[in-house]
C-alpha cells in the first residue's frame, strides 16, 4: 500500500488552498497602501483586499494605474526522500508578470498572464532535507502591451496578487507528464499521454472505472520504445452511461506506467462519455440531440477577497445556475479555477472556456503559449464544450487554428461578438434584430451576452420573449445572459473596509445576484422562463378538472424522471393573525419525452374550490425544484365580498359647502373636493390620515366634472357626470355606513399607446412602515418582468433598496406590485387598508431613485404620486436596450377607445378601510 502511494503523483501546498484557507507569507508591496515595508499577507489573495496597492477598475486611465509589484517570501522543507524525483513549481494563477526563484535561482522565464497555470521544474534548486526559499516578484501591470490590453483594460475590477494556491508537484523520475482525454458518446475513448520515460522502453496500461470505483471493461495498454515520449491509448466501452447538463454521469480512469514489470507512476483521471458537434446552418448537437444553451457569463469573483475563491464559492454558484434553470456558463473574460470545471462536470453545466481579451488580444507569441496553458489545464473536463478566442474584438486570428492542434477533442472555436465559425454571437442585440444576419440570417444565433443587466434591468426583464423566440427559432442555440454576479467590491482604502461595497457606479451593478449572492428578482423570473418543464396558463374556474397542458423542454429526460405535487391554500386576511390552512394532493408524472407536449393531471381534492390558491410544484430527477407554479381559485371579486362589510349600526351623513363634501360614516370622516372629486382628508378617531390627493389619472385627463350626490339605501354616493366630449371620464364615491368607502373609476387612456395607465394618490414615504398584502410577491414586478412571483400572502418592511448597490436588501419596497387582491398600509400613524375587485391590478409603492446611462436605456419610470394602484404598468430597459427593443413585452400599452364609448371604458373598483385598524 505505501508503495502504491508513493508511485501517485503528490501535491503539496505552499500557499492555501482558497480564500477559505489561505497562508501567509512574507510580502512587501512598492506603491499603494502600506507600502515600501515587509509584512505578511494572506495567500491566495488579491493584494488590495489585504489592504495594499491601489484599486482600479479596468477602465481607468493608464496614468492614474497602479503599477505596484508585489514581492513574495516564503520558505518551506522538502525531505530527503524527494531527492531524485521531479519536484515542479505550480501557479494556478497570478497577476499578472510572475518571476519566481528559488534559494535566489532563477525558476525560469518570468510568466505573463494572469489567469493561467503555469509551472517550473526546480528539481535541481532545491535543498533536500532542509530548508528553501520560495521568491516571487509580481507584477500587476504587465511589461507585455498585449497581456495589459487583453486582460487590464476592460469593463472589471483589475486587481493583484497570487490568486490562486501555489504548490509542488512530486513525481517520479520517469513518470506521466500529461493526459488528455477524448471520450464520445458511443464509447469510443482515446487518450494520449506525454512521457518522461528516462530513455527506458515502458508500458502504460488503463483501466477505466465508474466514479465511485467499479471496474468498466477489461484493462488496456501500450509499450513504448526507448525514444517515444508520447503514446496513444484506445478502448470502446459499450454502451456507456453519457455526460450531459442534465445526466453528468462521469468515469475515471487510472493509468499506469511501468518498466521492467515494475509500476512507476499511477495517474488517475476523471472524464465523461460525450459527444459534441456542430452542424452548420442548424445547431449544436451533444450526443446527437440538437440544444439550445440556457446561460449567464460569470466572473469569478468575491467581495472580500476579489478573484481570489474557493471551491465553495464554486459549489454555491453552480447550484445557484442551476436553481435558475441554466444549463450553461460562459467563462468571462478568462479561465476558471479548476475548481469550478470540477463543479460543473460533477452537477451538470455546459461551459464555454475562454482565451482572455477583452477588446484587446495577445500578440501570437504569448496567446501562443497562453493557449497552450489554457487547453492543457481544462482539456479532461466535460463540463467544456466550447472555446472562445477573445472578447467583442480581442480575437487573435493567428491563435485559430491553434485551438485543434493543442485540443485533442477539436472543440469548436467561437469569437464572442462575431459572426465567425458558423455562428452569429453579436452581443445585445434587439429583438427580431438583423438585415440579412441574425435573425434573419444563416449562421447560427448564439448571443455570448445578451439582455445586459443594470440595477434592475435586464436579464428577466425581456428573457420571456427573447427565450420563446428562441426556442421557436431553428437557427437559435440559445445565449448568455450578462451577468452573474454584481461586482460590489470590499475597499479596504475607504472607511476601513466597513463598506459600502463598490460596484464603480453602475459598471459592476449588473448582477442577477448580488456580491454575496443575494437573489435579486431577474432570479426568480429566469427560474420560471428557464423551467425544462413548462406549465401552460390555465384559468381556474369551479368546472375545472384539474388538467394542465404541460411542455418537455429537456433535451434528456423524460417527465416521468421528476416528480410533481400539489397544493391547495387557503390564506388569512389583513387583520387575521391566524395560520392559513392548506391541503396537498397527488400528481402523477406524466410520461413525456424531451420536446413532447401532454397533460399534467392533478387529482384534486372535494372541496378544493373553497380554497384560494392552487400550487403545482416540479422537481427534476436530482431532486432540485424546477419551480412552484402558482393560480388563483378565489378571483378578487370574491375576496372583496368577504372582506369589505357595508353594514353599520350608525347612518351615514353628509355635509356641503361651496367647494367640498363632507362625508362621515362610524367614525371616519372623508372630505372631497366637490369640483375635482379628488380626496382631500382622511380623519378617523385617531386623527388624520395622510392619503390624499386622488385618484389621479396616469396618462388619463382628470376631466371628472359635475358632481351630484344621492343616497342609495343606505349608502351614500357622490358621482361626476358623464360627457363624451368633456367628461369622459367618470369618478364614483361610496360610502358605506361600516365606513368602507368605495371609488369606482371608469376611464380612456390618453392615447393609443401609453407608458402606464392607473391612479394615483399622495402619501408621505417618511411614514411608511411596512405593507401586507395578498397577491404575487414578493419581488417587484416591472411589464417586461412579470414572472418569477407567487401568489399569496406576502409581508415587506419599509426599505430604501436599490437594485445592485449597497446595502443589497431584496425584496426591494418601492415599485410595482402584481396581481393585487388587498393591500394593507402599516404607517407610523393610522394603517388603512385597500383592496380591489379588478383582476390584474399592480400597486405601486413609492418611486425607487432615478436611475440612467449615457444612453439613456436604462430609465425607471413609475407614475407620478406615491402610492398607485395601476392597470397598465412600465418595462424596463438594460444597460444596452431600451426597453421597446427588448421585445412585445417591453413596448408600451395599446388601446382604442371605441370614440369615448362608455362600455369600453377601463374600470378600477378600489375599497378603502380607513378606520386605522
Not at 500529461?178 to 469510443?188: L, Q, T
Not at 465553495?312 to 447550484?319: T, W
Request: proline share 5%; aromatic share 14%; glycine share 10%.
Amino acid at each position: 500500500m505505501q508503495l502504491a502511494i508513493a508511485q501517485q503523483t503528490e501535491k503539496r501546498y505552499l500557499s492555501g488552498t482558497g480564500n477559505d484557507h489561505t497562508v501567509p507569507w512574507q510580502f512587501y508591496c512598492t506603491a499603494g497602501q502600506n507600502s515600501g515595508k515587509w509584512t505578511t499577507i494572506p495567500v491566495p489573495s488579491n493584494w488590495e483586499l489585504q489592504g495594499f496597492g491601489k484599486y482600479n477598475y479596468g477602465f481607468a486611465k493608464d496614468s492614474s494605474r497602479g503599477k505596484e509589484q508585489g514581492l513574495y517570501k516564503h520558505e518551506f522543507q522538502v525531505p530527503a526522500s524527494w531527492k531524485g524525483k521531479r519536484i515542479n513549481l505550480v501557479f494556478e494563477g497570478a497577476m499578472t508578470d510572475t518571476e519566481v526563484k528559488i534559494n535566489g535561482q532563477s525558476a525560469g522565464p518570468t510568466h505573463e498572464g494572469s489567469y493561467y497555470a503555469f509551472k517550473y521544474d526546480i528539481s535541481k534548486l532545491l535543498n533536500y532535507g532542509s530548508g528553501n526559499l520560495l521568491e516571487a516578484t509580481v507584477s500587476k501591470h504587465s511589461a507585455n502591451k498585449s497581456v495589459n490590453a487583453a486582460e487590464r483594460q476592460g469593463d472589471f475590477w483589475i486587481f493583484g496578487g497570487i490568486f490562486r494556491p501555489v504548490y509542488l508537484e512530486i513525481l517520479p523520475a520517469e513518470h506521466i507528464a500529461h493526459v488528455a482525454i477524448d471520450a464520445k458518446a458511443n464509447g469510443a475513448f482515446t487518450a494520449q499521454l506525454q512521457l518522461n520515460t528516462g530513455g527506458k522502453a515502458s508500458e502504460v496500461s488503463a483501466q477505466i472505472y465508474t466514479i465511485s470505483g467499479q471496474k468498466v471493461g477489461s484493462p488496456f495498454s501500450v509499450k513504448t520504445g526507448n525514444e517515444n515520449q508520447s503514446v496513444t491509448l484506445i478502448k470502446t466501452i459499450p454502451n456507456p452511461l453519457r455526460w450531459t447538463s442534465e445526466t453528468p454521469n462521469r468515469y475515471k480512469v487510472e493509468f499506469k506506467l511501468i518498466q521492467a514489470g515494475k509500476l512507476v507512476h499511477t495517474v488517475t483521471k476523471a472524464f465523461g462519455f460525450r459527444t459534441v458537434e456542430v452542424k452548420q446552418r442548424d445547431g449544436i448537437y451533444v450526443n446527437g440531440t440538437k440544444i439550445k444553451l440556457k446561460g449567464v457569463n460569470r466572473h469569478s469573483f468575491w467581495p472580500s477577497s476579489g478573484r481570489a475563491l474557493s471551491k465553495g464559492v464554486s459549489v454555491l454558484d453552480v447550484n445557484l445556475m442551476k436553481d435558475m434553470n441554466m444549463n450553461a456558463v460562459r467563462m468571462s473574460h478568462y479561465p476558471p479555477d479548476d475548481h469550478f470545471l470540477d463543479v460543473c462536470d460533477s452537477l451538470g453545466l455546459f461551459v464555454f472556456d475562454e482565451l482572455a481579451g477583452w477588446h484587446g488580444n495577445y500578440d501570437t507569441p504569448t496567446g501562443t503559449k497562453l493557449l497552450k496553458e489554457l487547453i492543457a489545464h481544462d482539456v479532461n473536463h466535460p463540463s467544456v464544450i466550447f472555446w472562445i478566442n477573445g472578447n467583442e474584438g480581442g480575437h487573435n486570428y493567428e491563435l485559430d487554428p491553434l485551438f485543434a492542434k493543442e485540443d485533442i477533442q477539436k472543440r469548436h472555436v467561437i469569437h464572442a461578438w462575431e459572426d465567425f465559425g458558423g455562428f452569429d454571437t453579436q452581443h445585445y442585440r434587439e429583438y427580431n434584430y438583423g438585415i440579412g444576419n441574425y435573425n434573419h440570417g444563416h449562421s447560427i444565433t448564439l448571443p455570448t451576452e445578451f439582455l445586459h443587466g443594470l440595477y434592475d434591468g435586464g436579464h428577466g426583464a425581456g428573457l420571456e420573449d427573447y427565450w420563446e423566440a428562441m426556442w421557436q427559432d431553428p437557427m437559435a442555440a440559445g445565449g448568455f445572459l450578462w451577468d452573474f454576479v454584481d461586482q460590489g467590491v470590499v475597499r479596504t482604502d475607504r472607511n476601513e473596509g466597513k463598506g459600502p461595497l463598490d460596484t464603480d457606479g453602475n459598471r459592476g451593478a449588473d448582477g442577477i445576484v448580488g456580491p454575496y449572492r443575494e437573489k435579486e428578482g431577474s432570479y426568480f423570473t429566469v427560474k420560471e422562463v428557464w423551467s425544462p418543464i413548462k406549465l401552460e396558463h390555465r384559468e381556474i374556474t369551479p368546472t375545472f378538472d384539474g388538467t394542465f397542458p404541460i411542455e418537455n423542454r429537456y433535451y434528456f429526460t423524460n417527465t416521468s424522471q421528476c416528480s410533481f405535487s400539489g397544493k391547495l391554500v387557503k390564506v388569512s386576511g389583513p387583520y387575521d393573525v391566524t395560520k392559513p390552512t392548506s391541503t396537498t394532493f397527488a400528481i402523477l408524472a406524466p410520461n413525456l419525452k424531451p420536446s413532447e407536449k401532454g397533460t399534467l393531471k392533478a387529482n384534486l381534492p372535494n372541496g378544493w374550490q373553497s380554497y384560494d390558491f392552487l400550487y403545482i410544484t416540479a422537481i427534476d430527477p436530482h431532486k432540485r425544484e424546477l419551480f412552484t407554479w402558482s393560480f388563483p381559485i378565489s378571483l378578487p371579486n370574491n375576496i372583496a365580498t368577504s372582506l369589505v362589510k357595508k353594514d353599520g349600526s350608525g347612518a351615514v351623513t353628509m355635509t356641503e359647502t361651496d367647494s367640498l363634501y363632507t362625508v362621515s360614516a362610524n367614525r371616519i370622516q372623508l372630505i372631497v373636493s366637490r369640483r375635482t372629486g379628488l380626496l382631500k382628508q382622511i380623519t378617523n378617531s385617531a386623527g388624520k390620515l395622510p392619503f390624499t390627493n386622488g385618484p389621479i389619472l396616469q396618462e388619463g385627463v382628470n376631466n371628472f366634472k359635475n358632481f351630484t350626490e344621492h343616497s342609495d339605501g343606505k349608502n351614500v354616493i357622490i358621482e361626476s357626470t358623464f360627457d363624451r366630449k368633456a367628461s369622459y371620464n367618470t369618478l364614483q364615491w361610496t360610502i358605506y355606513p361600516s365606513g368602507w368607502v368605495k371609488m369606482r373609476v371608469r376611464y380612456f387612456p390618453d392615447g393609443y399607446f401609453t407608458m402606464m395607465d392607473g391612479v394615483n394618490f399622495s402619501f408621505p414615504e417618511a411614514d411608511m412602515k411596512a405593507v401586507k398584502w395578498m397577491g404575487k410577491g414578493p419581488y417587484r414586478v416591472w411589464k417586461n418582468r412579470k414572472k418569477g412571483g407567487s401568489l399569496g400572502v406576502w409581508d415587506k418592511a419599509y426599505n430604501n433598496s436599490e437594485t445592485g448597490e449597497a446595502p443589497f436588501i431584496y425584496p426591494e419596497f418601492k415599485g410595482y406590485h402584481a396581481n393585487m387582491y388587498w393591500c394593507r398600509f402599516e404607517t407610523s400613524g393610522q394603517h388603512f387598508t385597500v383592496a380591489t375587485e379588478n383582476e390584474d391590478v399592480f400597486f405601486r409603492l413609492f418611486t425607487p431613485a432615478w436611475k440612467t446611462d449615457q444612453w439613456h436605456n436604462y430609465e425607471p419610470i413609475f407614475p407620478s404620486g406615491d402610492i398607485s394602484f395601476m392597470q397598465g404598468i412600465s418595462s424596463i430597459g438594460t444597460k444596452t436596450q431600451r426597453n421597446e427593443t427588448t421585445g412585445p413585452m417591453g413596448m408600451k400599452h395599446i388601446f382604442y377607445d371605441y370614440e369615448k364609448e362608455p362600455a369600453r371604458a377601463k374600470e378600477m373598483v378600489l375599497y378603502f378601510d380607513f378606520s386605522g385598524r
